[in-house]
């Protein structure tokens, strides 16, 4: 019998996104995001004059992905490592960001339209092909303050 997968999202009184799961079946993967407006209510371009993200997580030491959907919906990804069970400050250059699909121009932060955090599970090559420790079944938790850092 297989076990679900299964993630969960919520935003707590602290303003923290709380993402949290487990995943079971080879290449499965959680992802939550939202929608962003991409002119601020001053009326400047969100995303103008920035050279990427800042994001403020914590997790227990796994790898995740910025996922970034532009206006035409094509998505770009950029990973990133946390520290186990300690926050840390994880700056996201532009040129970092790839497409996820072929044929897609470089990145244009100005059309970013969708953020989203994203955990793959991703077991290990059998032991005798290298002698990696096995990736845990169960990603942590990613907090995420809901404010979106722009590196300047």
Not at 5 to 23: D, M, P, Q, R
Not at 137 to 144: D, E, M, Q, T, Y
Request: aromatic share 6%; proline share 9%; with cysteine.
């Amino acid at each position: 019998m297989e076990r679900a997968n299964l993630a969960a999202a919520e935003i707590t009184e602290g303003n923290n996104l709380i993402f949290s799961g487990a995943l079971f079946s080879k290449g499965a993967f959680a992802e939550v995001g939202a929608d962003i407006n991409p002119v601020m209510s001053g009326g400047d371009e969100r995303l103008s004059d920035t050279e990427g993200l800042t994001l403020r997580v914590k997790s227990e030491g796994h790898t995740y992905a910025c996922v970034l959907q532009t206006a035409d919906g094509s998505r770009y990804s950029a990973r990133f490592p946390t520290r186990n069970k300690r926050y840390s400050t994880v700056r996201l250059p532009w040129i970092l960001f790839r497409p996820e699909s072929d044929g897609v121009p470089p990145l244009d932060p100005s059309q970013v339209r969708h953020i989203a955090i994203r955990y793959e599970l991703r077991r290990p090559a059998p032991a005798a092909a290298t002698a990696a420790a096995p990736a845990p079944a169960v990603p942590a938790g990613a907090r995420i303050p809901d404010q979106l850092g722009l590196i300047r």
